[in-house]
């Protein structure tokens, strides 16, 4: 670092320069945000390159105290929001996945600023946020722990899957989560702070599960029997579970035998069917609050689909695995409880996607039309993402699981009887799952029949066995 920018932080975060330099960190300090926020992400970039990450920690670490007085707390927010700031502003070059500062300034990313010398920087800063800035006890959270969270939520989600699985392998950082978390299994949040912070380690052990390293740890360290837990306490943090249970399963089949061992099932039908009540804080109007019950109810349901169409990947058709066509059969058996209606709920949250991808896509097609068709094809396609095209594509990958499972005659002419009641057919299936097996990309990953080519596989084996419409 040069004595110029040692000069500007040889002094307590507290001090009036640190507020100036996090406003100029700021996105939202702008209001030409257009002109200024480009300048404020080369700026943020080149103070990164000159090792303003270790002057940071160096505060932090060395003599600051968030309990000892409201100066030095203050102090401590001060810093994390020059930390927050950095990473809104350009992840790329503060993670050192881009050249930091171009030729002619101060210098570049292949001085003080290398992606090794950064990486190793963040976790630094991730192991003193998680060791030092995350409370033991529930009574512990105040506004600088909800702070803390949330900016070790930001860091993870915006770096790398290199410094996701450093945090994971060096630091334990998906016991890090759970423990935090397993304060709250049963009795739920009190304060706006603990709401906060109980969302943000939530959101953190979600962006480590992106990660195979950080699966085996959180079946290692019982994190689908805290999923459960939370799943049984009814309390807001449902929602937040279900999201944790689908990233965990995902690409990753040890986690669906051990879901099914520890009694997921009953719950996550529970909550598929609406018979598992939640007590949630009353926020608003009544309106309010009924517009945001149904968008988590929606959630809700297609968490559970998105869930059970991973635990029958893990699961696998045909397998020789005596231990898991038992618990495969265990999904099916659910399906064909009380008269199929678990079955019908699926079809029923699949028409209802599919029929807000039809309208999108009727109504980007009057937007463009007259337009080349190649041009506008990728803004069909994520206009048809946005109103639910993976929801849809996902029901119909269950759908053919369950028609693909053998001696199950009950199922097949529940499927096409519930089909041809919402005038669809098993031609909707097979056109739904070809363009989904076409989107997959090639991928080298092939992890319990989930990557890549694997993937593209198993959509193929499910729309050969629907057979002939």
């Known amino acids: 670092m040069n004595w110029r920018a040692r000069r500007v932080f040889a002094v307590s975060p507290s001090h009036p320069r640190c507020t100036i330099y996090a406003r100029l960190t700021d996105a939202d300090e702008s209001e030409d945000a257009g002109t200024l926020n480009p300048l404020k992400a080369r700026l943020s970039a080149l103070l990164v390159d000159q090792q303003l990450l270790k002057v940071l920690l160096n505060a932090l670490t060395g003599s600051l105290d968030a309990s000892k ?48 010398s950064l990486e190793s920087d963040w976790v630094n800063i991730l192991e003193y946020l998680a060791k030092n800035r995350l409370p033991t006890k529930r009574v512990e959270v105040d506004s600088n722990a909800q702070y803390a969270s949330e900016i070790l939520a930001i860091i993870l989600q915006s770096a790398g899957g290199r410094l996701r699985k450093r945090f994971v392998e060096e630091l334990g950082g998906v016991d890090v989560a759970l423990r935090a978390l397993a304060g709250y299994r049963t009795v739920p949040p009190e304060t706006p702070e603990q709401i906060e912070y109980l969302e943000n380690m939530f959101d ?17 360290g019982e994190g689908v029997e805290l999923m459960v837990l939370f799943l049984k306490g009814r309390t807001a943090a449902r929602t937040a579970a279900l999201k944790c249970l689908d990233f965990a399963t995902t690409r990753y089949g040890k986690a669906a035998g051990v879901c099914v061992e520890k009694g997921l099932l009953g719950l996550l039908f529970a909550v598929f069917m609406g018979r598992s009540s939640v007590k ?39 397998s020789a695995d005596v ?34 991808v039809a309208s999108e896509e009727a109504r980007i097609g009057d937007a463009f039309e007259g337009e080349d068709e190649d041009d506008v094809k990728e803004e069909v396609l994520l206009a048809k993402m946005d109103a639910g095209l993976f929801n849809v594509q996902q029901c119909a990958i269950v759908l053919a699981e369950l028609w693909s499972t053998e001696n199950e005659f009950a199922l097949r002419k529940g499927i096409v009887t519930m089909l041809h009641e919402v005038e669809l057919t098993l031609k909707f299936l097979k056109m739904t799952l070809t363009d989904y097996a076409d989107s997959l990309g090639d991928g080298d990953e092939e992890v319990e029949g989930t990557g890549g080519d694997a993937a593209r596989r198993r959509v193929r084996r499910l729309i050969s066995q629907l057979g002939t419409d």
């Open 69 to 116: 007085s409201d100066e030095e707390s203050t102090a401590v927010y001060q810093v994390l929001s020059i930390l927050e700031n950095l990473v809104d502003l350009n992840p790329e070059g503060v993670f050192g996945r881009d050249s930091v500062v171009s030729a002619g300034t101060a210098g570049t990313a292949g001085t003080a600023g290398t992606a090794s």
């Open 204 to 220: 953190v052990l979600c962006a480590l599960l992106m990660e195979r390293e950080a699966k085996e740890a959180f079946i290692a």
């Open 280 to 318: 949630r804080t009353a926020k608003g109007g009544k309106r309010r609050r009924e517009r945001e019950e149904a968008a988590t109810r929606e959630e809700e349901e297609v968490r559970c689909v998105s869930i059970l169409s991973n635990l029958f990947a893990g699961l696998g058709a045909g």
């Open 323 to 356: 231990d898991l066509t038992q618990k495969r059969q265990r999904i099916v058996a659910k399906f064909l409880e009380r008269d199929l209606e678990k079955l019908r709920k699926l079809v029923e949250v699949m028409v209802v996607f599919a029929g807000r």
